[in-house]
C-alpha cells in the first residue's frame, strides 16, 4: 500500500496548529494572571500605605477598634475581589481548552471511522463481528467521554456556587462587622 505523504503533512499540520492554539492560550491565561497579581499587589500596596498611616493617627483604644474594621474591610474586599477574578480567569481559560480537546477528538472520531470503513471494504468476509465490536467501543467510549465532560462541568458549576456563597457570606458578615456602633460588640 502506498504511503500518502499528504495526509501526514496535513496532520502534522493540524496538530502544530492545535498545539500552537493551546500554547497561545496557556500563555493568554498566565499573561491575565500575571496582570491580576501586579494590580493586587498595587491595591495591597497602597492599603497597606493607608492602614499604616491610620493606625498612626490612633489616640486611644476605641480609636484603634475602630481603624482595625476599617482596615479589614478593603482586605476582604480586594481578597474576594482577587478570587473572583482568578476563578473567572481559569474557567474561561479551561472552557477554552475544552473546545480546542472537543474539536480534536471530532477530527480524530471521525478519521477513526473513516479509516475502519476503508478497512471494511478491503476485510476478508466473516472479520464483520470484529468490526462492528470495534465501532461500538468507539460508540463507548465517545458516550463515556462525554458523559465525564458532562460531570465536570457539573462540578465546576457547584464550585462556582460554592464560591459564591462563601464570598456573598463574607461580605455580610464584614458588613455586619463594620454596620456596628462605635463602641458596642455584636452579641454571640
Known amino acids: 500500500m502506498p504511503v500518502n505523504t499528504e495526509k501526514f503533512a496535513d496532520a502534522a499540520k493540524s496538530n502544530l496548529d492545535s498545539v500552537l492554539t493551546i500554547a497561545g492560550t496557556a500563555f493568554s491565561c498566565v499573561e491575565r494572571l500575571a496582570a491580576l497579581n501586579l494590580n493586587t499587589s498595587r491595591n495591597v500596596l497602597a492599603s497597606a500605605v493607608d492602614s499604616s498611616k491610620a493606625l498612626l493617627g490612633v489616640k486611644n483604644v476605641e480609636e484603634l477598634a475602630a481603624v ?7 482586605a476582604l474586599e480586594n481578597v474576594i475581589s482577587y478570587s473572583r477574578a482568578a476563578y473567572a480567569i481559569c474557567v474561561e481559560t479551561a472552557e477554552e481548552l475544552n473546545k480546542i480537546v472537543d474539536a480534536q477528538l471530532n477530527v480524530l472520531k471521525a478519521e477513526t471511522v ?35 465532560a458532562k460531570a465536570a ?17 463574607a461580605v455580610k458578615a464584614l458588613t455586619n462587622v463594620t454596620a456596628l456602633p462605635k463602641g458596642k460588640k455584636k452579641a454571640a
Open 68 to 74: 482595625q474594621i476599617d482596615v479589614a474591610r478593603p
Open 114 to 148: 473513516a479509516a475502519i470503513d476503508v478497512a471494511l471494504k478491503s476485510a476478508p468476509a466473516g472479520s464483520e463481528p470484529a468490526v462492528a465490536m470495534f465501532k461500538s467501543t468507539l460508540a463507548a467510549t465517545d458516550s463515556a467521554y462525554g458523559a465525564f
Open 153 to 169: 462541568k457539573q462540578v465546576g458549576e457547584m464550585a462556582e456556587s460554592s464560591l459564591t456563597v462563601a464570598t456573598d457570606n
